[in-house]
Each structure stands twice: as C-alpha cells, then as structure tokens.
C-alpha cells in the first residue's frame, strides 16, 4: 500500500549505530503527494515542548530552527502544510561533540625503538573513571589520527570498522559517536582505544612509500554520562590515561597485520600528552560507516600439503578472514590473501607486484598472522583490510577446521538504490560482477583496486559515479571524498591525481609525480563528480562547495593551454594558429588508458608504458586534454548558472565554445573523422558535442567501422568505455552495441566472465589465454558499461533537464534474446519501478512513477506516452526493423 504521509525521513549525516550530525543539519523526505510544496517541520530537541515551522521543499531543507548545540537530541515529523494532512512517523538524530567544545588532550602511545613503516605494533590507551548509579544514559566520543578500535569495559564499540576513517588529515578529522549505556556499570569502568598507524602513519599505494601526514599517531576521547538529574558528567583522555603495547605486534592496512595472543598486553605507561600540536578541527562525516556487512563460508578447501591449505570464497572482495579455530596454544598460522590461483590452484600475487625502472620491484604482500594463546580466542583482524578471493593458510602440527575460516566482507554501508535482472543471464552477472567490484572497493573513499594500490584516484570514480549512483546512495560518501579532493588541491588549482593523497604532493612540487599530476579526465573529477551528484539527488550544496576548486582547476586548465605546446606541434610551426591557445595538448595526461593491448610479431601482448615510457609520457594526448576542457567549461557555465553565478555563467559558456572550435580545427577532419582516428576519439567527440550535427553520422559510421575491423571487438580504455554502448545506441547501432556485449573472445566483458572473474578486471585480459593473471583483477572503472543495462537496456533515465529525478524517460533498447528485463531506482522523489516483456511480437511496459515524478514511455516502434505518478501499464507491436523481432 503506497504511503498517504511523508516518510523516508533523513538528514545529511553519517553515524553509526545513530545519526549524528553537526549544528545545522539538512532535512530531506519523501512526499506521497506532488502538490505538498509547503511543509511543517516539527522538533522537539532535549525532549523539551515541540517547535513547529514553514518551510518550502523537500530536499535538503535547512534546519528551521536555532543552531544546535553539542549533544543535542532531535525527534523530528514533518506533514504538508494543508491541515487535514498526516504526519510522518518521528526521525530522531543527535548533535555529535562540536569542536570547540571539545576539552580532551590529545594523547599517543609511548613507542620503543621504530620497527619502520609496515611493521609498528598496535598500542592500547587506557583510561579509568568512575559512575554513580543513577546514569540514564552515555556516550563515547572519538577520533584518532591512525585507526582505532574501542572497548568500554572490554565490550566492544560501536558497529563500525576503520575509525575514524581515510581523510586529509592536515585539514579535516572526523569523530565517532557512540552509545555506550549499556556497557557502563556503576563504580569503576575503563575505555581502552587500541591504535595503529591506519592511513595516517601507513604505507600508501603500489610502491609502499610512508604516508606524509604525520610521524605521532594519537587519539582523542571523551565519554559524557548523562544523570537522572540531567547533568552530564565528562570524563575525557588526559595525562591519568597509560599506554601499553597491545597483543598485536604489527599493523598496517596495506600489509596486514599479526597477533600475539600469547604475549598478551604488557609495559604499561603514562600516555604523551600534546604530542600532535597542529591537530586538525574535528567534525563529523556525511557517509555511512564502513562496517562488515556480510560473512561467507569457503566455497572449497583445497590441502596443497601437510600444512598448507589455499581456501577460495568464490567471490572477490574486500575485508579479512575470520578465524575461531587457532589450535593449542603456541600455534602459528599464517594466512596470505590474493585474488587469483595458479594452474596447481596456490596462490599467486606476482601480477600485483609493483615495477618501476630503477629501482627494485615491490613484492606484493597481503598477509595476517596469529599466534594462539589461551583456548577460545578469536582472531579478526580490524586494523588492516584486504582485497581477495583466495587464502592460503599456513599451520604446523595443528588440522584447520574449515567451519572456522569465514570471509568478512567490509565497505561503506551504502544503501541500495538501483536493481536489473533479464531474461539474459550473461547481462544478469555483468551487473552483478560490476556492482561486487564497486563494493570492494567503496572502503571510506573510492579506491582504484583494493590490492595493489588502494588509493582513490580521481579518474576511476570519474567514469564510475554516473553508475554508482544508479546502484547505491552515494551522496554522503562522495561529499565526504570531495572534500578530501578539495583539501588536495594544488595552490596553483591543479587537482591530485588520487585524495586523500597520503603523498602530500602539494608540498612536493619538485617530485616527479607532481609533473604527473592535472591530467584531464582526473582532474575534471572536480567538475564532473559534482555535477552527477547534483542531477542524481538535486543536492545544490554540493556544487557550492566544491565550486572554487572547479573554477581554479578549470582556470589553470585554460592556462596551461595558453601557455604550453605540445613539442610536435611546435616543431610542426614555431608560430601557433590562434585557435591554438585553447588547445591543452602541453602539459601531462594520462591520455585513454588502459585500452587494449597491441601484440608484437610474436604474438606477446605491448605494455606501452614499460616498453618505451619516454614515448608513452611525451605523446601527443591533446585530443583527450581538449575534450576535456571544452565538457568541463561546458558543465562549469551550467553550474555557475544555478548558483547565480551570471558573469561566470556567460565566461564559461563562451570558453566552452571558443574550446570546441579548437578542438574542432585541431582534430576534426571535413569528412567527420578524427586525426586520432581511434573508437575512444569517436566516443568522446560524440558523447561530448564536439561533432557538428552535420557530420555525426559520418563520425558514427567510422566508429562502427573500427569495431568491425577489430573483428567486433571493442577498443576503448579506461575514459571511453561507459560512454561506447550508449553513443553506438542513440546512433542507430543498438545492435553493434549489443554484438560487443555479446562479444566472448577478449577484449570483452563476457571474457572476464568466461575465465571466473568475479569482479571487472583492470586490464581487458586480466586472465590470458595461457590462464596468467595481469594487473588488478578488481578496478571497476570498465564496469561502467551497466549504466547501459540501466538507461537502455531497461530503457530508465532522467530527461535531459531533470534533477533528482523529477522528469524520466522509460524507453527499452531491447537486445537481440532480451525477452524482459525490469529494475528500480529509489531516488529522491521515491521508487521508480519498471518492466518489460516481450511476447508475439509486442511489448508491454509496466511502470510505477512515484509522487513528484512524471514519465515519458518511449516504444520502440516510437509511440510516446505521457504518465505519473502512479501506475501505467500498456502494450505496442515491435516494429519489423527490430533486432528482437527479427530473432524471434
């Protein structure tokens, strides 16, 4: 039964076991009708007399009412201003421990002699307090610079995993709330914060350099019991608390992480006390915790030899092994995690060492170990996090019972929004192997892989987000990386290639990395994430927050191409064409990546980077430089518009234009082909408005060429391939695009699934023919393409003009055996549901549009219909031409 009041309450904050906010949170819900434009608000804060006020909306509306203060609690309604109109059921929210008012030291572990990055131990921090017994309730607040865990009375805090999370530290800390009412007890109680360097003091990325943020990790705590009286007493971490090493002898989120239960805790101490002085603000995230959100037993064992035993999950993800069995005390286990198993079914991580000319490779290592103390312990590892599908774990002189072994997968706790199935099993589990491959590596911020690297590169959730948002609410989380990305960036605008970036590359311009660092495609994340988050939910917000950054990264952009050549273009005429000084082809970038490898005459695939890399990182990549600059311009003007922005607006817009003229005259033939003459050129001037409408065509038609000639095989990277089947689609070539998802022989998606994967694979033949893995095997940027299944497959988009889905567009592209296909998309107006099925020669669509959302059904034979809200269902004959008619 559908609702007759609002409902769906919620506010812009993250939390735990509760919603936990800052002084002005953001109220949003769901309204059952269309027309409810005015609202009541009704508070009731403390538990004091309600207050009541007007407001206009229903998305992110700002709190009505006066600041609130630290540790406020909020139970909220809210109904339609009409009087007859229900309420709402009540929400409730609290106000986390605001930073100024804050009292607790800052306080860090006495550490012996350094062990070096890698391989420091976890400390424990304790601190001892006292209770009446008339306390009602109590909260725990914490945060830490490194990664901690918390007991109160050796009960353990909270649900969540990786506190306080990954963020630029220098500038932004977030804390943790926690109700810890039922682990207090009258008279004496003690809170221990086991930490460790985390992301803080850790290794960062494939060649395990030391994280810059600081050399000192610390935390901070205070615990607030409120009394039946209503005081609040506080008792906080100071010079009283004491430092010991914990039973965990080392820690690091990249390498792993070892337990010692027979050594215990020992070597207790007085805590340092103001050892972090420069301290960031402490504040609290948008995002959902990180948490383990589901168990999975071995899906086989396999005893390679006395001892040995390589245990295989059946699914690729993020998180750490389980073990409840350790054997008698004394026993040692050693457990090594990876994604992939050789040809005698051992492990193998040698296709996620890391190479670099000049210097000695980095050995890839994943690995947990355990000594066994008294009988009934546990071993979980929480101070480290893993990427695998496969264990192999190492015991002497003691059997591994396999009902002990459990996979725990961890990631952000994002709600789901979006669902797909058909009649086509392989499009089924291309959907299913890219959204596992979104959850891996959603681990507090958007990583590349979570292995090898494990960092959030701008470029990877650039070309994911649009799909991201179609699987998962991922407002929250992407605000709480955009701040980061902002936090990052350069003086001079240019964005890091990755953020947080544990680098610290904006203060060290003279590394050569930094030379790496504005490439479009990763830079213009800055523009392009926001702006997806704004059309996904209709959040403003989160185009006024970032809109400096973007306006200084698309500013240096336009100055890089004022005042930088490309060498060849030099040589080719020392005086450039005027046009030329919107041309961004003289400074770094990445370029397409990753697309499909070459062969050599003797059939081995060219890794053009390790091949010649002089070559690879002075080619011309103007054409993708320019692309982007003109769509970042392009979507800067549209920004600047809707925050009232009007001479930037006009700039922009004008920039936009003078852009697309250059790279028109640069790269742009007169017959409709490109200089580069690549698909991903064609799919990039097509999906960006860089073609004239009247040489599109000819542009399609040269596309659909170049896939023919690669046999029908497609030829894009790492920037072009969301955007392929979609351009190929809205052409006129649905079918070419569904002959390349149907495509089996590599490169393809339905390869990766031919040969087990899990999860989408970073390179297009992460598993050759020989069965030899290469490169990640969990990077879900080419994932992208179940956008495709989403928008034309199932046919449900937005319109071109609509925000948070006001305005949608149901229109199926149905593929060649494609009988049905139906799916949903929660937003924020509510669920979206849809289905079609095709039966002698006709199909049905069925649709259910909620309040506030209106949608045009397209046929295929191109009869329209108006509807919403509400429910439709209808049916037409498929036209003669259609692929799906003509298969039957």
């Excluded at 071995?298 to 690729?316: H, I, M, Y």
């Amino acid at each position: 039964m559908p609702p007759t009041s609002p409902y769906a309450l919620s506010v812009d904050s993250g939390g735990d076991e509760f919603t936990v906010t800052g002084a002005r949170p953001r109220l949003s819900w769901k309204n059952p009708d269309a027309t409810a434009l005015r609202n009541v608000v009704e508070a009731s804060i403390d538990d004091a007399d309600p207050v009541t006020a007007e407001v206009t909306g229903h998305r992110f509306v700002e709190w009505p009412f006066g600041e609130l203060r630290s540790g406020s609690r909020v139970r909220w309604r809210v109904r339609p201003e009409t009087l007859d109109a229900a309420w709402s059921e009540a929400a409730t929210f609290e106000v986390g421990l605001l930073d100024q008012d804050w009292t607790a030291e800052w306080i860090s572990p006495v550490e012996g002699s350094d062990p070096g990055y890698g391989q420091r131990p976890s400390h424990l921090l304790s601190g001892r307090f006292a209770l009446p017994d008339d306390v009602v309730s109590a909260r725990l607040y914490a945060t830490a610079l490194g990664v901690y865990t918390a007991t109160v009375n050796g009960c353990r805090v909270g649900r969540d995993e990786l506190a306080p999370g990954s963020s630029s530290y220098d500038r932004t800390l977030y804390a943790q709330a926690y109700d810890v009412t039922a682990a207090i007890v009258p008279g004496d109680n003690l809170v221990e914060i086991e930490l460790s360097d985390g992301w803080y003091r850790g290794q960062v990325g494939a060649f395990r350099l030391p994280a810059g943020w600081g050399t000192t990790t610390a935390a901070r705590v205070e615990l607030h019991a409120r009394r039946s009286d209503g005081t609040v007493q506080v008792f906080t971490s100071d010079r009283t608390w004491s430092s010991a090493r914990s039973a965990t002898t080392r820690a690091d989120l990249m390498d792993g992480q070892t337990v010692d239960f027979s050594a215990g805790v020992h070597g207790s101490t007085p805590v340092r006390v103001g050892a972090v002085p420069d301290a960031p603000p402490i504040d609290w995230s948008p995002a959902p915790p990180v948490r383990v959100l589901e168990s999975r037993v071995p899906a086989s064992v396999l005893e390679l030899r006395d001892g040995v035993w390589v245990v295989d999950f059946g699914q690729n993800a993020s998180g750490w092994i389980r073990l409840t069995d350790l054997g008698t005390p004394g026993t040692h286990t050693v457990i090594e995690y990876g994604e992939y198993v050789d040809a005698g079914g051992d492990l193998s991580t040698t296709h996620l060492d890391s190479k670099r000319r000049g210097s000695e490779d980095i050995v890839f290592v994943q690995r947990d170990e355990v000594i066994a103390g008294a009988l009934g312990e546990v071993f979980e590892p929480r101070h480290t996090v893993h990427g695998f599908q496969y264990a192999r774990i190492t015991r002497t002189g003691a059997p591994l019972d396999a009902a002990s072994v459990t996979m725990q997968i961890l990631h952000t706790d994002l709600a789901p929004s979006g669902s797909f199935a058909s009649s086509d099993e392989d499009l089924n589990r291309l959907h299913e192997i890219a959204r596992w491959s979104f959850r891996g590596n959603a681990v507090d911020v958007p990583t590349d892989c979570p292995t090898r690297e494990r960092l959030a590169w701008t470029g990877d959730y650039a070309v994911f987000a649009p799909t991201a948002t179609r699987l998962y609410d991922v407002l929250g989380f992407t605000r709480k990386w955009l701040r980061s990305v902002r936090d990052d960036q350069l003086d001079d605008g240019r964005i890091a290639n990755f953020s947080p970036d544990g680098r610290r590359i904006k203060h060290h311009l003279d590394d050569q990395f930094a030379m790496m660092t504005g490439s479009a495609g990763w830079g213009d994340a800055i523009v392009s994430v926001p702006w997806e988050m704004y059309t996904a939910y209709g959040d403003r917000e989160v185009l006024a927050e970032n809109y400096d950054a973007m306006t200084r990264w698309v500013d240096w952009a336009l100055s890089s191409a004022r005042t930088a050549r490309h060498h060849a273009r030099v040589q080719a005429s020392p005086e450039p064409e005027p046009f030329e000084e919107y041309l961004w082809d003289g400074t770094f970038h990445w370029g397409e990546w990753t697309e499909p490898r070459m062969r050599n005459a003797d059939g081995k695939r060219i890794d053009p980077i390790a091949h010649n890399p002089m070559a690879w990182f002075m080619a011309d990549k103007g054409e993708v430089g320019t692309a982007y600059l003109h769509r970042s311009a392009a979507t800067l003007a549209r920004i600047a518009t809707i925050l009232d922005q009007e001479a930037d607006a006009a700039r922009y817009a004008d920039t936009a234009r003078r852009v697309a003229d250059a790279w028109r005259a640069a790269y742009l033939r007169e017959d409709g082909t490109t200089v580069t003459d690549t698909q991903a050129a064609y799919v990039r001037a097509l999906s960006f408005g860089l073609v004239p409408e009247g040489l599109r065509t000819a542009a399609v038609d040269r596309l659909v060429e170049l896939i023919r000639v690669a046999g029908t095989h497609l030829g894009t990277g790492f920037l072009a391939t969301g955007d392929l089947l979609p351009v190929l689609a809205d052409a006129g070539h649905a079918d070419v695009a569904y002959e390349l998802l149907a495509q089996r022989t590599a490169p393809s998606w339905l390869y990766m699934i031919d040969r087990g994967a899990t999860t989408i694979w970073e390179d297009w033949e992460g598993i050759d023919e020989h069965g030899v893995a290469h490169d990640s095997l969990n990077h879900y940027s080419k994932g992208a393409v179940i956008r495709f299944l989403h928008t034309h497959t199932l046919g449900l988009r937005q319109d071109a003009d609509s925000i948070a889905w006001e305005n949608v567009v149901i229109a199926p592209v149905p593929g060649p055996g494609v009988t049905w296909a139906r799916g949903t998309h929660d937003g924020p107006q509510g669920e979206i549901a849809v289905e079609w099925v095709i039966e002698d020669g006709r199909i049905r669509i069925s649709a259910d549009i909620p309040a506030g959302t209106t949608a045009r059904i397209v046929f295929p034979d191109g009869t329209t219909r108006d509807a919403g809200p509400g429910w439709f269902t209808e049916s037409a004959a498929l036209p003669a031409s259609d692929p799906v008619s003509a298969s039957r």
